[in-house]
């Protein structure tokens, strides 16, 4: 029955993935009889795309595995997206009929000075929202945007996320700008085959994704201990030293990026030499700005920092944690000079 | 007598899009394209640290990301008169070509192809091929479920629709293909910018981290498997199907609009001191030269936009009908994207089927351009590949600079040539914050509204005399030709 969906290749990789990191062992034939079951419609998963830039339906198409394309043809049916055409008849977002069973994923954020910012279809997006929500049996909000307002938030249009519109319903939010794609795909399989959310933390995040910072499991944390600091780009000794004073967020992000790193463990933000953004925790763009300097730098931590950093003003709210891990870095900075 | 009809929802694949059209006896006489959606990107990268600009305008579009967030890093080191390192052009050009390996493939095969493709015609394929029977299989439960996704099936079939089973059933194979590809793709793009999608590693003065030997190895083994594809099924898909059903309504320019095209010049290689695509202008099918300060002529037409002026909106203001501005050069309204640039490049095998076959601009001669720009692209890559490797095998390399920050000017620009067209930021300086930022996305010109002479954009040009049969749906010619423009509401709004 399997044999004629996929390859021996695909199945394997889909048993070995889904049992490892879900957790399931005697379950594997289950989630298989369950979602890949030959007479069964396939489970649908209807995407609603709002005020934002489209990069976490990007992220659908980067997942690993199973590889994306037999993800789409063979095993859910993913609907409204820009990635998947729609039949024509049934174009407009009412065809999802009551006695139809989906899970709802949520891109960006939904405009709240006037709906105008936003029409889907000719319809404004909050209102499909909220009609979406209605019979959905999970809500999912994708990517930063969706889950707290985004880059959106700052625009005219002062957008909110979609636990700010709908209280009283359980979103699972999957931050992170764009959504990881192994997140993604994770929770889709955790919702399909487990029928109920995974236990989710403070910022209604999976635990099992957002529990620990990036700084615990970061590659680089042996040379942060070591006070090894990048302050040169150009220098290759340097190239593998920690990211802390060219404005890494890592120490202050709840993420497993450090981890899983990105699009099949090729590379990370950290690996690439940029550093983190913090982009998992909420409000990343306001609380950690600039994001690409060390907030510790308002008091002349180095000069050589300086000479890559233009003056800017850390936000009044990080400077004073800020000023505490400053202090303790002059002082093993000016122990190292001497 | 005319009539007005409106459709909600046009292309297949964007769902922010909507069209008016007037109809005088079925032929189109007037059509208003609305894009609705607007984030305020203008708005929301003023005031900001310049180093982390290219960070939030990376952010305007999810798909083809890269060109906003290069025009942003390119309009800054502009400003601080900075000259990128060698290492840096080409591990940029390198990211930037992934992104359009996946754009233009997507474009094809998830965006326009399924309106060229009669889906049905899949169960009567008798072949033996393996691989191809299982998709036959999984056809047929997608159509008795009334689900195909992610492919689509056409309501009508007429003269441009692909029918013969093999053909077609060997299509719908190559673009479940083309999603695994893309997905290689993006990795191409994850070794040298850390992540896909929103790269982080392009950074003001340079890049981040000098790639290494493993990069390049993993590289190339990736462009292998993504140029054979490009060569092997996606341009010689494209050149049937142009040249096959679509030659007539190709010879007669069916979908040309004006025939106005711009290019900047970009992809720069340093070692052969050369751009891949020159800069160029065509006015109704004359090609002049395009001046480097040309942006200073731009001007931004608001007549029928929300969009007051800059970052001032008004909902309710009379005619408008999109949040899309009209940028109009010398006054005219101009196509930009694949198109335009083989065009203005006088790519040679462009020219040679368009003189053997007499074929003229317009949807078809559109699909053409990307699937031949692609291919043009990809062997590109490899020689900037090897000339990467060449460079950073010295030690001395450098990947970054800064050091000229003391000569701020105040107004400076950023090009691209991003995959929909051409990309433009422009900003304004004071003590190392935005005081104002300006852009143009590839499709703010080709999705442009009316101006204030009445000019249409190019897309809504292309409509025009179009005759159409009594359809309920959006019709199925418009879709075709919207489609080939590869429109993108995120990018022209922002």
């Not at chain 2, 013969?164 to 910018?193: C, E, H, R, W």
Request: proline letters at 4%; hydrophobic letters at 40%; glycine letters at 6%.
């Amino acid at each position: 029955m399997i044999a004629s969906l996929f390859s021996r290749r695909d199945f394997l990789k889909i048993l070995a993935y889904g049992a490892a990191l879900l957790g399931i062992r005697g379950g594997v034939q289950g989630f298989i009889d369950k979602v890949f079951a030959e007479d069964s419609k396939r489970p649908t998963l209807v995407w609603l795309s709002a005020l934002s830039c489209g990069g976490c339906t990007e992220s659908f198409f980067a997942i690993e595995e199973p590889d994306a394309s037999e993800l789409l043809f063979n095993v859910i049916s993913l609907r409204y997206n820009r990635l998947t055409p729609e039949d024509y008849s049934n174009k407009d977002f009412s065809a999802i009929s009551d006695e139809d069973s989906y899970l709802l994923f949520v891109e960006g954020s939904f405009p709240q000075t006037d709906e105008g910012f936003c029409l889907i279809n000719g319809e404004p997006a909050e209102k499909l929202l909220k009609d979406l929500l209605q019979r959905a049996e999970h809500t999912v909000a994708v990517g930063s945007c969706a889950s707290f307002g985004g880059i959106p938030s700052l625009g005219p249009a002062r957008a909110a996320s979609v636990s700010d519109i709908v209280k009283n319903k359980n979103v699972i939010n999957l931050p992170t700008c764009p959504v990881h794609p192994d997140h993604l795909i994770l929770i889709i399989m955790h919702l399909l085959y487990f029928g109920y959310a995974p236990e989710l933390d403070d910022y209604q995040r999976p635990k099992m994704f957002f529990k620990n910072l990036i700084h615990d499991s970061c590659e680089r944390r042996t040379h942060f201990e070591n006070q090894r600091f990048l302050k040169d780009f150009n220098d290759p000794s340097q190239s593998d030293y920690c990211l802390y004073l060219v404005g890494c967020k890592g120490r202050q992000t709840n993420s497993d990026c450090s981890k899983r790193k990105w699009n099949g463990n090729l590379s990370w933000c950290v690996d690439c030499g940029a550093g983190c953004n913090g982009c998992a925790e909420k409000n990343f763009y306001t609380r950690f700005s600039p994001l690409f300097e060390t907030q510790d730098k308002a008091s002349e931590l180095s000069e050589d920092v300086l000479k890559f950093g233009a003056g800017a003003v850390a936000g009044a709210s990080s400077v004073w944690a800020a000023n505490k891990i400053k202090e303790r870095l002059q002082k093993r900075e000016n122990s190292r000079e001497v | 007598m005319t009539v007005r009809r409106l459709f909600k929802s046009v292309s297949r694949t964007d769902n922010h899009i909507t069209l008016l059209l007037e109809l005088k006896e079925g032929t189109i006489v007037d059509a208003n394209l609305s894009l609705l959606i607007f984030r305020g990107f203008e708005d929301i990268l003023a005031d900001r640290n310049i180093y982390e600009i290219p960070y939030f305008a990376s952010r305007i579009c999810g798909k083809c990301f890269s060109s906003h967030q290069i025009a942003a890093v390119r309009a800054i080191e502009n400003a601080l008169s900075i000259e990128v390192p060698y290492i840096a052009i080409l591990a940029r050009n390198l990211m930037l070509a992934s992104v359009f390996l996946i754009n233009n493939l997507r474009n094809f095969y998830q965006n326009a192809l399924p309106d060229f493709v009669n889906l049905r015609r899949v169960l009567e394929y008798s072949g033996s091929d393996e691989e191809l029977l299982i998709l036959k299989d999984r056809v047929k439960k997608m159509l008795e479920s009334k689900d195909t996704s992610p492919f689509a099936s056409i309501e009508q079939v007429d003269e441009m629709v692909i029918d013969y089973p093999s053909d077609v059933i060997q299509l719908v194979f190559n673009s479940k293909k083309a999603i695994k590809i893309q997905n290689i793709a993006g990795k191409m793009g994850t070794l040298l910018g850390g992540k896909y999608p929103h790269y982080q590693s392009i950074i003001v003065g340079g890049v981040s981290r000098k790639p290494n030997l493993e990069d390049i190895v993993k590289f190339k083994s990736f462009l292998d498997e993504v140029s054979s594809f490009v060569k092997e099924v996606y341009a010689p898909d494209v050149i049937s199907l142009v040249l096959g059903p679509l030659l007539e309504s190709t010879q007669n320019g069916i979908g040309m609009g004006f025939e106005n095209y711009l290019c900047y010049k970009d992809f720069f290689n340093p070692i052969e001191n050369k751009y891949l695509f020159p800069s160029g202008i065509i006015i109704s099918g004359k090609l002049d030269i395009l001046e480097d300060n040309f942006f200073d002529n731009i001007i931004e037409d608001s007549s029928y936009s929300f969009q007051k002026d800059l970052n001032e909106i008004n909902l309710k203001k009379a005619n408008a009908y999109t949040f899309c501005l009209a940028p109009r050069y010398k006054g005219l309204p101009f196509e930009t994207g694949p198109l335009a640039r083989l065009l203005i490049l006088k790519e040679k095998n462009l020219t040679k089927l368009m003189n053997q076959y007499s074929l003229k601009p317009g949807f078809g001669l559109r699909h053409l351009a990307r699937a031949l720009e692609t291919v043009l692209i990809v062997d590109e890559m490899y020689a900037w590949l090897e000339d990467l490797l060449n460079l950073i095998s010295k030690e001395e390399a450098v990947v970054i600079r800064r050091e000229k920050e003391n000569n701020l000017k105040e107004l400076a620009a950023g090009f691209h040539e991003s995959p929909c067209g051409t990309t433009i930021h422009t900003i304004e300086i004071s003590r190392n914050f935005i005081k104002n930022y300006r852009v143009i996305g590839g499709s703010t010109w080709n999705a442009s509204p009316k101006d204030s002479r009445g000019l249409r954009g190019p897309a809504e040009e292309s409509l025009i005399g179009l005759r159409l049969k009594n359809e309920k749906q959006t019709p199925l010619m418009v879709r075709r030709i919207l489609n080939s423009f590869d429109l993108c509401s995120k990018c022209a709004t922002h």
